[in-house]
């Protein structure tokens, strides 16, 4: 059985720093590129990151550019999120999430339960 | 405000159908045929009931189904049933530089 549980979250002030946690089970890690995807409180879900097998390569949506940073460890099977230089609108369940397929794309076939970040003074 | 415009909320009784509408640009959902939507209870993991635009993951029933016409695409729900009072997403490939953009959601009431 595919499990993705995220921990990490928790309240932070604004500049703060926070890291998350996706430890992955029931599948190839290895083999599949993963994502962080974030739903703020009252909005719609919002792709924030994502990583490549081997974690060579990274793409982030431009409002967490030069502050986030995604990696994983393959021999953990485990992913993470650095959150740096937090600001309140950062504030939302983190998602860790599984694509479809290993190669191309199709949608998230698995998602995690989320971790809640809230960024408040 | 999301990249692709769902209505806030539809509503229907028990066996009757809905739509929920997807609208985006040409620059994702008119773009590419790698439409997906998600069915997410709240405090549950969102789940993938369509992906491709209309293909359908295993085990996710055949009321679910979806089609897209330009730059829009849609979800419908046929023989509405209580437990599929959920939030729909909607979820289109927009590139390699975007990667994916998502929908504001729709909130299903089944009356």
């Known amino acids: 059985e595919v499990q993705l549980v995220e921990s990490g979250g928790g309240l932070v002030q604004p500049g703060g720093s926070l890291s998350l946690s996706c430890a992955a089970s029931?599948?190839?890690?290895?083999?599949?590129?993963m994502s962080w995807v974030r739903q703020a409180p009252g909005k719609g879900l919002e792709w924030v990151a994502n990583?490549?097998?081997?974690?060579?390569?990274?793409y982030y949506v431009d409002s967490v550019k030069g502050r986030f940073t995604i990696s994983r460890d393959n021999a953990e099977n485990s992913l993470y999120l650095q959150m740096n230089s937090l600001r309140v609108e950062d504030t939302a369940v983190y998602y860790c999430?599984?694509?479809?397929?290993?190669?191309?794309?199709?949608?998230?076939?698995?998602w995690g339960l989320g971790t809640v970040v809230t960024v408040s003074s | 405000q999301s990249a692709l415009t769902q209505p806030r909320s539809v509503s229907g009784s028990p066996g009757q159908s809905v739509t929920i509408s997807c609208t985006g640009t040409?620059?994702?959902?008119?773009?590419?045929?790698?439409v997906s939507w998600y069915q997410h209870h709240p405090g549950k993991a969102p789940k993938l009931i369509i992906y491709?635009?209309?293909k359908r993951p295993s085990g996710v029933p055949d009321r679910f189904s979806g089609s897209k016409s330009g730059n829009t695409a849609s979800l419908t729900i046929s023989g509405l049933q209580a437990e599929d009072e959920a939030d729909y997403y909607c979820?289109?490939?927009?590139?390699?530089?975007?990667?994916?953009?998502f929908g504001g959601g729709t909130e299903l009431t089944v009356l």
């Open positions: 999430a599984r694509p479809l397929y290993t190669s191309g794309w199709a949608g998230f076939e698995y």
């Open positions: 029931g599948f190839t890690f290895t083999g599949y590129w």
């Open positions: 990583i490549n097998h081997g974690g060579s390569e990274k």
């Open positions: 040409s620059s994702n959902v008119g773009g590419y045929n790698y």
């Open positions: 491709d635009v209309n």
């Open positions: 979820c289109s490939y927009a590139g390699s530089y975007t990667f994916v953009v």
